[in-house]
């Protein structure tokens, strides 16, 4: 950021003198930030003395990173350089290999500027005396490409030929195909695979395989996956959907990966959390009272078919929790969603581990048990509330079933370090919830029971306008979080997809394919983007705010 507003000049000065740096850089060393800043810039650093060490193989990526960047606000143009700059095709024609090595040697040392070529396109190039610099320095590299020897026409026809005869057997996968004929010319997997590629492109009604490699219909991977949480073993649906056990585990944990990824987790967050032990502190041993066989008794009526005595008699029974064991179930339950918060960010759908997937799946069904224990606990304060709202002609089963879903909303809002009891909390948030959806035409056969309405509601009102100024003050604080902490595409993906910031009347949002369109995005990279901005966001933002931003 500060290169930013140096005279272009100085800037090529530092450009040099971070290529010579990263010429001596060692992956097994560390060095200090200080010392990197000195040798880019010339000057000692002014800050504080972080001691911050930076591992040799990171260093040597984010130099490259920034030496790309770098060059590419001062490229010259090649007609003005001393020396030959190869762009990255005529290099890979002059060395004898693929475009695809050329950017693997970029990660092993060989170094790319930004150039505007005759064409007046501004892309990568790479001077004679730094290509030549890395050949020496990597002469294992230079033997390898003076050895390499493209496929011939023929040779070509051989692979394809011997890939049509192996896949021919139903029980060789596409995978065992492509090694067993690299094995036997003696060339790389990823020579035999792009050799087939290609033939299959350009033959399409000749394909080498039953079917393309790795493509599955949307329609099919929900098809598969709906099977597979139904039970069907895995050896059925591969025999069934033709593919091999890998592809199968895969696409299954792709969905369950994107499951996770758009499943919306909210915690109350606390210190406590950040602390080195909080894991052992909070999750040591499983709290009593939880029973996650036990069944759910949450929605009295309907599919269940049980009656309301039944039910009462069952609430009867049920424990209801003292102040220490609420706040210990209410910790536990916030940490283990915080816990999936953190193991799922920066998680993609493509090659996620099994073992990831599965500790985030942990974390939420324990936290759903505990959800579960909490709302069976409180099951007799809705009946409670309930009864005192029967008097204006409504009726208590559809009381206690609304009642029973504003109970469910209050788990996730309340706030535990607080230090209230969640009775307090939970029997406003049914008593409001009665109050909105009760008929006002019922509500108003009893005198007394209007005015207890009308002063229930009157309370709200002024609570709301107590916090209007607090509100207006989260709706600034959160555009300006906005602001600073997200670059300019995650800033019009989030206020496009949730809305201007502060808007009595919010406008109409878009879709995350409107979005895509706009941008020149698939749908898939916009929905990546919009999860790492509100992952930002989450850590930058209070609960309240959070809660402003998605609704």
Not at 245 to 251: A, G, Q
Request: positive net charge; aromatic residues 8%; glycine residues 4%.
């Amino acid at each position: 950021m500060q290169l930013r507003f140096t005279p272009e000049a100085k800037r090529r000065k530092q450009l040099n003198a971070a290529e010579k740096l990263y010429a001596i850089i060692e992956t097994s060393k560390e060095y200090p930030f200080e010392f990197v800043f000195y040798r880019i810039t010339g000057f000692q650093h002014k800050g504080p003395v972080r001691q911050r060490l930076i591992k040799g193989d990171q260093l040597l990526e984010d130099l490259r990173i920034f030496i790309t960047a770098l060059s590419g606000q001062i490229a010259p143009s090649v007609t003005g350089q001393s020396e030959k700059v190869y762009p990255v095709e005529e290099l890979a024609e002059i060395l004898g290999i693929s475009t695809k090595t050329v950017a693997r040697w970029r990660t092993c040392g060989l170094i790319a500027r930004k150039f505007i070529f005759q064409d007046g396109i501004k892309r990568l190039g790479f001077l004679k005396s730094t290509v030549d610099r890395f050949l020496m320095a990597n002469p294992q590299l230079a033997a390898w490409a003076r050895t390499f020897s493209r496929l011939s026409p023929a040779q070509k026809k051989q692979i394809i030929k011997r890939a049509v005869k192996l896949a021919a057997k139903s029980d060789v996968s596409r995978h065992n195909v492509i090694n067993k004929i690299a094995d036997d010319i003696g060339r790389s997997p990823e020579t035999v695979r792009s050799t087939l590629v290609n033939y299959e492109k350009a033959n399409p009604d000749k394909p080498v395989f039953k079917r393309p490699p790795g493509v599955t219909a949307p329609s099919e991977a929900a098809e598969i996956y709906s099977l597979f949480k139904q039970g069907v073993p895995l050896g059925d649906l591969m025999k069934r959907f033709n593919r091999s056990k890998s592809s199968m585990y895969r696409l299954i944990n792709a969905r369950r990966a994107k499951a996770l990824l758009l499943r919306k987790v909210e915690f109350i967050a606390s210190d406590e959390f950040l602390q080195s032990d909080a894991k052992k502190e909070i999750l040591t041993e499983r709290p009593n009272g939880i029973n996650p066989g036990g069944p759910a008794i949450v929605e009295p009526f309907g599919r269940a078919g049980r009656s309301l005595p039944e039910y009462l008699r069952i609430l009867k029974k049920t424990p209801v929790l003292n102040r220490e064991r609420e706040r210990e179930l209410f910790r536990r339950y916030n940490y283990l969603k915080y816990l999936a918060c953190i193991t799922r960010a920066g998680m993609k759908t493509a090659r996620v581990l099994s073992s990831r997937i599965k500790e985030i799946e942990g974390y939420l069904a324990e936290a759903e048990d505990i959800q579960r224990a909490i709302i069976e606990a409180n099951l007799r304060l809705v009946v409670s509330i309930a009864r005192k709202h029967t008097r204006s002609g409504a009726n208590l089963s559809d009381l206690i079933s609304e009642g029973n879903y504003a109970l469910m909303r209050a788990v996730e809002k309340f706030d535990y370090t607080r230090g209230f009891r969640f009775a307090t909390f939970a029997s406003w948030a049914i008593a409001k919830a009665f109050a909105r959806k009760m008929p006002s035409r019922t509500a108003r056969r009893d005198k007394e029971t209007a005015t207890s309405h009308a002063k229930m509601q009157e309370d709200f009102r002024e609570k709301d306008a107590a916090d209007l100024a607090a509100i207006e003050r989260a709706h600034q604080s959160l555009a300006q979080v906005i602001k600073n902490e997200l670059t300019r595409r995650e800033q019009y993906v989030i206020l496009s997809r949730f809305g201007p910031i502060g808007q009595p009347i919010k406008k109409k949002t878009k879709t995350l394919k409107q979005v895509g369109e706009n941008l020149a995005l698939s749908k898939e990279r916009v929905r990546q983007i919009e999860l790492i901005a509100l992952q930002k966001l989450r850590q930058s933002l209070s609960p309240k705010e959070f809660e402003l931003l998605t609704g």
